[in-house]
Each structure stands twice: as C-alpha cells, then as structure tokens.
C-alpha cells in the first residue's frame, strides 16, 4: 500500500498490541488487493452506560485507485478484539469482490439471459363498452314500496 494509513480512535486509549494487530490486518488486506492507496479505521469506544458502556464500533474505509471509497460498515461488538476482527473481515471480503468485478470475473445468471423490457400498452376502451357503461350507470332505481 502507498502509506496513507489514518487511524482515529475516540472514547478509550488503544493498547499497543491492537495498534499493532490493526497495522498486520492492514498490511493482511493488500493480499486481497495489492494497489490499495489508502484505508482509515475508526474505533470507537463505549458510551458511557451506566453499568454496562455499551458496545465498541470499528468503521474502515478503503481507498482504491479509480473508484470511490469503499466503506466497511461499522462493526459493533462488545469486546474491541472481536469488534476488529470483524470490521477487518468484512473488508477483505469488500476488496475481495471490488478485485473480481474490477477483472471482469463476475457474470450474470446464465440461467436467466437479460432481455429487453416490452413497452407497456394501456387499451382504450371500445366505444360500445362505454356506451354500455354509461347505459348501466344512469337506470334509474325503483321506488321504495
């Protein structure tokens, strides 16, 4: 990757070990896709709860040459390691897919070729239909006995 790593981390002081755990994930990620540019991870830490804290978020967006960011959606867990874990998985498969589509691996569903739409015809009513119709609406009721 061309070095352009941001790591923000709000709520809470970050070990050393995850800083470091998070650099490997990152280097781990151009296995998917070697021309990766750019990645920011945002962590963030529990509320303050009362009791509990409230669970911990890890958001990563990854910058790719010709295409706009691609953005993990946040992870929320309620240990930070687990949370990591699965904002990082995501992202490999994210840049795993991004990869295939970029070399043309993807194809559609051979069994169901695409087709063109047909227009849409809206009939008008025949002219005997609306003269019966019209026939129909105006009889007259018989009276009550």
Avoid: W
């Avoid at 962590?43 to 960011?69: D, F, K, S």
């Amino acid at each position: 990757m061309e070095k352009n790593l941001t790591l923000v981390v709000r709520g809470l002081e970050l070990p050393e070990r995850l800083a470091t755990e998070i650099d490997r994930r990152i280097a781990g990620l151009e296995h998917f896709y070697p021309r990766l540019i750019g990645c920011s991870v945002i962590i963030e830490g529990p509320g303050r709860h009362h009791r509990t804290g409230g669970p911990y978020a890890v958001q990563i967006e990854l910058r790719v040459p010709g295409a706009e960011p691609l953005l993990v959606a946040r992870q929320s867990q309620e240990a930070i390691e687990r949370a990591i874990d699965d904002a990082f998985d995501v992202a490999g498969r994210r840049l795993e897919d991004f990869a295939r589509v970029q070399r043309g691996k993807v194809e559609r569903n051979p069994r169901r070729p695409s087709r063109p739409r047909r227009p849409v015809t809206v009939e008008k009513p025949r002219p005997a239909a609306r003269a019966r119709a019209a026939a129909r609406a105006v009889k007259p009721r018989p009276a009550p006995e």
